[in-house]
């Protein structure tokens, strides 16, 4: 019989997440001089700072920080969302969190398809950010009918590639061969296709609804819109893209910088006007420009629990009184309010673990003294157990929206008055998504119970929950 060997989704993973960022490379000149200038960032800043270093060798983050990217997309259909979880799914990634942005003025609600398992993430985080639209949002009917039709005629995935998903749910797996030939054809539904399918008159009634709308609506296919590298020290990076001869946007979002990180800071450069084609009318076809493309960097910190999370909006929503024009007016008063509030928001690790601010991995240490004292506080401070921040693996919608609404190029501000809907997000979706705050507790009580039993502390990973949840 002949031996067929596996491809583990974590290697299916990895090598798509480098495909990609090879085609987009190809595609988008400007992201690979971005990815050299973060790497240069990246190794000065651990160069400059041990103490990052051998923090991130311990956790193993080391190791993904040069392959860690995040990508996006956005879906016309239900069908559409339906399909690509399958597919993402074959890679290890799963749906979690819920971002509505239509509060945002952007007509569309999104998840983050990624891995979960800590080995997972740690082999390579590869996210993408995918966003559906929201035709409920579409206010004038006719268009909105018609955006519908013109969408549910495409087909985003090559027949082979949902044959293979096909195979990967029967089999519960590829072999390698299968795997390769699955990264190629996942790849195609990513590409950027510059033949639009639609004419110009519709591309332009879309566009007046939502430039969104037309970027959604208009083309084969949802190209992937941007490819997100992990900087260390992404004020230098913003600082040093000027010099690259790249235009950032005017602020970083997210909080301001700190000495112990948290959640997300953002920053992006503008879209690309690319060349396109309309479709015929009439036996003519239009050459015109779309701009949908753009660059993003991104900079991770520890996440935060629900009490540290509803501390960061509450700051944010204060500093976010200034607003900034998208050209860059006010940029240095918003970052002067939101660095003045956010001094409320404690700045050091031992506060934040002990106020419950933020998720942390806890680990046996070898170097504590003495008798074993009885609580986890006690376990810490005579050095039994040791604390890291667990890092973010999610976005923020806040940041999220600044982020496209920057690319839109203008202070456009639409406020829709429509209600989330996660319900029907997650029935197109065909599943829930997981909840992001449950799996970083999960990973933080997991991680106790395995330093406590290393400890020889307890006899049961059960009671260590107990403890775990007792006295944290
Ligand atoms: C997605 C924008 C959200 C992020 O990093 O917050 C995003 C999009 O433009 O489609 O990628
Ligand atoms: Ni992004």
């Not at 990246?42 to 193993?60: V, W, Y």
């Not at 939502?210 to 959604?216: E, K, N």
């Not at 501000?413 to 997650?426: H, I, P, V």
Request: charged share 25%; net charge neutral; aromatic share 8%.
């Amino acid at each position: 019989m002949m031996a067929y060997r596996y491809a583990h989704p974590d290697d299916i993973r990895d090598l798509f997440s480098r495909a990609m960022s090879d085609m987009y490379r190809a595609e988008v000149p400007q992201y690979g001089k971005l990815l050299e200038l973060v790497g240069d960032v990246n190794a000065e800043t651990l160069r400059a700072d041990p103490a990052l270093r051998t923090r991130l060798e311990q956790s193993g983050e080391i190791e993904r920080l040069g392959v860690e990217r995040h990508g996006a997309i956005r879906l016309g259909a239900a069908n559409e969302l339906f399909d690509i979880r399958r597919v993402f799914a074959v890679m290890g990634m799963h749906p979690v969190g819920y971002y509505d942005l239509s509060v945002a003025g952007v007509p569309v609600h999104s998840t983050a398809f990624r891995p979960i398992a800590e080995e997972a993430l740690r082999r390579n985080p590869f996210r993408v950010f995918t966003s559906l639209l929201r035709l409920d949002l579409i206010e004038d009917l006719a268009l909105r009918n018609e955006a519908a039709r013109i969408v549910s005629l495409r087909r985003v995935f090559t027949p082979r590639v949902l044959e293979l998903v096909g195979v990967f749910e029967a089999r519960g797996r590829l072999t390698l061969s299968e795997a390769q030939e699955f990264v190629r054809e996942a790849l195609k539904t990513f590409r950027w296709q510059s033949d639009a399918t639609v004419d110009l008159a519709t591309y332009r009634r879309l566009h007046g609804a939502h430039r969104l709308i037309a970027d959604i609506v208009s083309f084969k296919g949802p190209h992937i819109n941007h490819l997100t590298p992990r900087t260390l020290d992404i004020d230098a990076v913003q600082a040093g893209m000027p010099r690259g001869g790249i235009a950032p946007k005017a602020v970083i979002e997210g909080p301001p910088p700190r000495t112990c990180p948290i959640l997300l800071r953002q920053t992006s450069f503008k879209a690309l006007e690319e060349p396109i084609v309309f479709k015929e009318k009439m036996g003519q076809a239009t050459a015109g420009t779309h701009t949908a493309r753009f660059g993003e960097i991104e900079q991770r910190g520890v996440a935060l629990t629900a009490k540290g999370r509803r501390l960061y909006d509450e700051l944010l929503a204060s500093a976010r009184n200034v607003q900034v024009g998208a050209l860059g007016s006010k940029a240095f008063s918003y970052e002067a309010e939101l660095s003045e509030q956010f001094r409320s928001f404690p700045d050091d690790w031992i506060e934040l673990r002990s106020r419950g601010l933020a998720f942390f991995r806890y680990s046996a240490n070898a170097t504590g003294r003495g008798e074993l004292p009885s609580t986890v506080d006690q376990l810490i401070a005579h050095g039994f157990i040791q604390f890291d921040p667990i890092v973010y693996e999610d976005f923020l919608p806040v940041s999220a929206a600044g982020i496209f609404q920057s690319n839109l190029g203008t202070d456009e501000q639409k406020n829709y008055s429509a209600r989330s809907n996660q319900a029907e997000f997650e029935a197109a979706l065909g599943a829930s998504v997981y909840d992001e705050l449950e799996l970083y507790a999960e990973a933080q009580e997991a991680s106790l119970a395995r330093a406590l039993k290393q400890l020889g502390f307890l006899k049961s990973p059960s009671q260590a929950h107990g403890l775990a949840a007792s006295r944290l």
